[in-house]
């Protein structure tokens, strides 16, 4: 059963461990696999129309502690340091400024979620759209 998610939905994995993460550059696609901690209850979060991401402490073991939508300008706000070395490199769109990248995100209609851990793995993921399947 896959489920799409708006920006707006909660998305509960908390103590969920993530066993797999696939980058799928040819089918633009970023699949998290999960399990909660009874080791019986799974689930996959599914990001399609995958962008980029940027991963931190990527281990095996990371356990979610919330995964959090984001608008757009929370994110240029938030990750502005960040985002500004990376322009001059094209990432993670080819943009001049902050101002430009930002409607491109928005005129394209991305979104960006924002995973946090208890143990391991942080960072954000920018897509079009998120699933959950069971």
């Given at each position: 059963?896959?489920?799409?998610?708006?920006?707006?939905d909660a998305i509960n994995l908390h103590d969920f461990r993530i066993?797999?993460?696939d980058l799928d550059f040819a089918e633009s696609t970023a699949k998290m696999s999960c399990t909660f901690e009874d080791g019986k209850t799974k689930k996959e979060v599914?990001?399609?129309?995958?962008?980029g991401?940027?991963?931190?402490?990527v281990t095996a073991g990371s356990i979610i502690m919330d995964i959090e939508s984001w608008t757009?300008?929370?994110?240029?706000?938030?990750?502005?340091?960040?985002?500004?070395?990376?322009?001059n490199y094209g990432w993670p769109t080819p943009a001049k400024d902050l101002t430009e990248l930002e409607e491109r995100?928005?005129?394209?209609?991305?979104?960006?979620?924002?995973?946090?851990?208890?143990?391991?793995?942080t960072g954000f993921i920018i897509a079009k759209d998120m699933e959950l399947a069971s």
């Open positions: 059963m896959h489920e799409k998610l708006t920006s707006m066993d797999r993460l599914i990001f399609s129309d995958f962008l991401a940027k991963l931190e402490d757009i300008s929370s994110f240029i706000e938030n990750q502005k340091s960040y985002l500004e070395k990376r322009l995100l928005v005129n394209s209609s991305y979104k960006v979620w924002c995973i946090f851990a208890t143990l391991g793995i």
